[in-house]
């Protein structure tokens, strides 16, 4: 994602602007596909890794890898592309984890972070460390990629059940999860090293993971995204026909979600078609208008429910905003009062004055 312009608010607030990108968060093609091709798992990964390894060339951490932070859109030529946001954001205002001697209270410091641990690499679920590195990033790229190809995180369950299996249990290869997708040996080798508990056994870095991955997808090229992302967030109810399979029935969705959303249309479809041809009776009439009525009430809920989690985006922005500003005035406060006390005796009534505004700010 491109830095547009970046700079400092009157009231002390800082900013950036980046360019605008139309296009689906990675977490609702999920839900609607339950999981990718391999050919365009690859390509995801291999875009997501490049991205990763131009901000730890700088020295800089994403931390916070997840399918929310992950926008997919089709570009010009038809192949699939792939934005990587909040990159870095979070871990250049976090402050380490404060130190918790329960592994119930880790796992709620983890979760009060990151909102999820499906992600998270286990040395930071145990507490090894406080503060996410590159390797933990290689952690969260094998993690998504693994939900890429088989429609799950590496482990489920609730959070407690997940941070567990993160920490001791055996890894369930993804070519086993993988609904019958031929995996080429050579990704699922990629993955599961990622996703090595001891981070000495991961991949020394993110230019390692490119390599292979560009040598996984030079053996298949991704197919287009489909259906594009403008028919999704136009046409939600639209009927689409599935592909059927050579000498087979049509084939069903493999995600739930979707699944149930086929249901509700062409019920929903065929109750409007015996309406108009005046075969329908009149207990199937007002079905059909509860059915109307309940779906009118759900794409309400839909965009209520986007508007509500740009809210919450907006609030969490706003308070790492404010973070950063109280930091940054405390360091300034703290330097100020070195300055006093080195005034000597004419500088403790300023220093004991600035001593009390930072224990206040703190």
Sequence with gaps: MSLVDFGRLPDGRFY???????GLPLTRVLERD??????????????????LAAGHRQHVV???????????????????????????LAMALAQPLPGASRASERLQGCLDRYGTVDYLAPELLSGALSLPTVSVDIYAL???????????????????????????????????????????PALEALLVRCLAKDPAERFRGLDQVVHALRGLVAEAAPPALAPPAEEELTSPWAIT???AAEGEGERLPASPGRLRQLLYETTLALAQHAASTGVAGPALLVELEA?????????????EGGLLENRFEDIRRELRESEAVLRHTVTDLTLAQGEAEQRGPGGDAAAAE????????E
């Design 142 to 184: 094998g993690a998504l990629g693994y939900h890429l190809l088989t429609g799950e995180p590496p482990f489920v369950g609730a959070p407690e059940r997940v941070a567990t299996a993160a920490l001791g249990s055996e890894l369930v290869p993804p070519s086993r999860r993988s609904g019958g997708d031929v995996l080429q």
């Design 241 to 243: 026909p599935l592909p």
């Design 291 to 303: 059915l109307q009525l309940a779906r009118d009430e759900a794409e309400q809920l839909v965009v």
């Design 16 to 22: 950036l602007t980046t360019d605008y990108v139309r």
């Design 354 to 361: 600035v001593d009390h505004r930072v224990q206040e700010l």
């Design 62 to 88: 994403h931390g916070e890898l997840k399918p929310n932070n992950v926008t997919v859109f089709e570009g010009a030529d038809g192949g699939l592309r792939v934005h990587l946001r909040d990159f870095a």
């Design 34 to 51: 339950g999981r990718l091709p391999p050919a365009r798992a690859v390509a995801v990964l291999l875009q997501l890794a490049e991205a």
